[in-house]
């Protein structure tokens, strides 16, 4: 059997309440498994950021506070330097201040990974997710 290792871990208390509700409604056996989980997701994610090679095809979702004064020119200006690698992007209003943007895209995953890692580490994105098809 192998060996676990205890830790602890800092919520804000909003995030916890949505952590034990996601257990709850999902059906998890406890909050550990459902972290443990996600946290194969985030290393599996970024290990194909990091790893990945040649010419890959997938989808760029982002959700982003459009109010960030120069968000929307940042967002643009990028897409031009990435098109190489763009064949779509689609706009949907979530909120009064909140956005969801879809990019497909194709290309080297050099070029793709340089492309998420700049709009994640942009403020006013709130979430930059690449799924890889």
């Known amino acids: 059997m192998q060996?676990?290792?205890?830790?602890g871990v800092t919520f804000p208390p909003q995030l916890l309440n949505?952590?034990?509700?996601?257990v709850e409604k999902i059906g998890y056996s406890s909050r550990s498994k459902a972290i443990q989980d996600s946290v194969k997701s985030f290393i599996a994610e970024y290990r194909w950021l990091r790893e990945e090679k040649g010419v890959r095809t997938g989808?760029?979702?982002?959700?982003?506070?459009?109010?960030?004064?120069?968000?929307?020119d940042y967002l643009?200006?990028?897409?031009?330097?990435?098109a190489t690698v763009i064949f779509s992007s689609t706009h949907i209003h979530l909120s009064e201040r909140h956005c969801l943007e879809t990019i497909?895209?194709?290309?080297?995953?050099?070029?793709?990974?340089?492309?998420?890692?700049?709009?994640?580490?942009?403020?006013?994105?709130?979430?930059a997710k690449l799924t890889v098809v």
């Open 104 to 127: 497909v895209v194709r290309g080297d995953s050099e070029r793709i990974r340089q492309l998420v890692e700049k709009l994640r580490a942009r403020r006013g994105v709130e979430e």
């Open 59 to 72: 989808v760029i979702v982002l959700i982003y506070d459009h109010e960030i004064r120069g968000l929307q």
């Open 3 to 7: 060996r676990v290792t205890r830790l």
């Open 18 to 22: 949505e952590l034990d509700e996601f």
């Open 76 to 82: 643009t200006d990028t897409q031009h330097e990435y």
